[in-house]
């Protein structure tokens, strides 16, 4: 079974500074894919940055990087010139091929940014 | 832009009513998901589909049943809702071929059982 571990319920950043929010996660599958998303207090998830299982580079959007470490097999998020709209809950989910499209959710971790 | 819109952002039902929850997306994504979002507790899969007329059920699936009858639509459904049932509810559709591109997520229904 397909597990996803966020072991950050919080975070805080400086603005303008880099920050980190950890993802493992554990699966079988060979192939797979993982993904980040952000939901503001608003409440809508939105997707940031996905990361196949056989990619070699590490998947980058703008600010948002991924840290992908197959053999430690863990997801990182890394935000760069963090910015006061990024506070808001980010989650890492995971996707087998064999689970015909179905998202695996961590908890989640609150990231604030202070100004 | 794909949308997928929630028929309600805030519900109020009293314990043992039968409720309804609707998705409409409008990019003809094959697959549609009903996820319960609750603290603590991350998002938990209770219904997915992949097709018209097809469904599955995920890790929560008690209490709940759905329908898709047509592609764009995939209701939720309680049956006789519970307090426990209290929750945020996240709609999401995706393609069913394009795994890169994560789900596309309705803004929430935030249903009280009272």
């Known amino acids: 079974a397909q597990k996803i571990t966020q072991t950050q319920p919080g975070m805080f950043v400086q603005e303008k500074e880099a920050v980190t929010l950890d993802c493992t996660y554990d699966?079988?599958?060979?192939?797979?894919?993982l993904f980040w998303y952000k939901q503001p207090s608003s409440g809508e998830m939105i997707f940031l940055i996905y990361?196949?299982?056989?990619?070699?580079q590490n998947a980058t959007e703008g600010r948002y990087s991924l840290n992908f470490q197959k053999a430690r097999k863990s997801a990182n998020l890394v935000i760069s010139a963090s910015q006061l709209g990024d506070s808001a809950m980010y989650f890492c989910?995971?996707?087998?091929?064999?689970?015909?499209?179905?998202?695996?959710f961590g908890d989640g971790t609150t990231l604030t940014v202070k100004p | 832009d794909v949308k997928v819109t929630q028929s309600s952002r805030y519900l109020v039902k009293r314990t043992g009513e039968k409720v309804f929850l609707e998705c409409v997306q409008d990019?003809?994504?094959?697959?549609m998901f009903w996820y319960r979002q609750d603290p603590g507790l991350g998002l938990r899969l209770i219904y997915f589909?992949?097709?018209?007329?097809?469904?599955e059920k995920g890790d929560i699936p008690e209490g709940y049943s759905v329908s898709r009858e047509k592609k764009e639509r995939f209701s939720l459904i309680l049956e006789s809702a519970s307090t426990n049932q209290t929750s945020m509810y996240l709609c999401?559709?995706?393609?069913?071929?394009?795994?890169?591109?994560?789900?596309?997520f309705g803004s929430g229904t935030r249903l009280t059982v009272v």
């Open positions: 999401a559709s995706s393609l069913g071929a394009d795994r890169g591109r994560g789900y596309t």
């Open positions: 699966t079988s599958d060979p192939s797979y894919g």
């Open positions: 990361q196949g299982s056989y990619d070699q």
């Open positions: 989910a995971m996707r087998e091929i064999v689970t015909a499209g179905k998202s695996t």
């Open positions: 990019m003809d994504h094959e697959n």
């Open positions: 589909s992949y097709d018209v007329k097809m469904k």
